[in-house]
């Protein structure tokens, strides 16, 4: 079984502020693990992803996470925040559901509010 | 290329109606996956579908049902519904689901509210 835990459920910034949004993940299996963002209204898009390469993934607007395998951390990251930052981000997981099918499982997601 | 398209994107209904929501995934994707998002329970994953079959599926009760097409559209249906089955319904696409690293693309969602 595969789970993921996202440490604080709001986070709250001031612009130019280094932004900190922390997952923990739980399986069972080598995981694949993604960063998702969520602007009000709208779907889920791509921020990064993890797939065994380079531990440090960089992904699009300046985030990038860490794969810790030793902590079973992939917290994102980025050095200054944006205003346009402001969304909700989900980390996920992704394991062999049954023979080689993949689903993602996610966390809660955490609120980011940056302030002027 | 155009991304995942879903239909309609906001639905009003009463208990007991049922309903069908309709996502087109990217040309050339083959795996549709559904997910429910709500405020309490967050994303929960409700099925996936690939060549016209139900490959995976989430802890839904039968209630909750899909299918694909041979164009690799995908409908859900909810049939009874009840006042917690309002959430946001998101449909993923990806190439062909195997392997985990494929990337999920998400389309805007259904906003669906039984009153």
């Known amino acids: 079984a595969q789970s993921v835990t996202q440490l604080g459920s709001h986070v709250s910034v001031s612009e130019g502020a280094l932004v900190l949004l922390r997952c923990n993940y739980s399986?069972?299996?080598?995981?694949?693990l993604f960063w998702y963002v969520q602007y009000p209204n709208q779907g889920l898009q791509l921020l990064l992803k993890?797939?065994?390469?380079?531990?440090l993934v960089k992904g699009i607007n300046g985030f990038e996470a860490e794969f810790k395998k030793s902590e079973t951390s992939f917290h994102l990251t980025k050095p200054s925040a944006h205003m346009s930052d402001a969304a909700e981000y989900f980390c996920?997981?992704?394991?062999?559901?049954?023979?080689?099918?993949?689903?993602?499982?996610f966390g809660k997601g955490t609120l980011l509010t940056v302030n002027p | 290329k155009a991304g995942v398209t879903q239909t309609p994107r906001y639905l009003i209904k009463t208990r007991g109606q049922q309903v069908t929501l309709s996502c087109s995934p990217i040309s050339g994707h083959r795996s549709v996956s559904w997910y429910q998002q709500t405020p309490g329970q967050g994303l929960q994953f409700l099925f996936e579908?690939?060549?016209?079959?139900?490959?995976n599926k989430g802890n839904f009760p039968g209630r909750f049902s899909g299918r694909q097409f041979s164009n690799s559209r995908s409908e859900m249906n909810v049939s009874t519904l009840e006042l917690g089955d309002s959430a946001l319904y998101l449909c993923a696409s990806s190439l062909d689901g195997t392997g985990g690293a494929q990337t999920q693309y998400f389309g805007p969602g259904t906003r669906l509210l039984v009153l």
């Open positions: 996920a997981v992704s394991a062999a559901g049954g023979g080689s099918n993949y689903k993602l499982t």
């Open positions: 993890y797939t065994s390469a380079a531990t």
């Open positions: 399986s069972s299996v080598p995981p694949y």
């Open positions: 579908y690939f060549s016209e079959t139900q490959r």
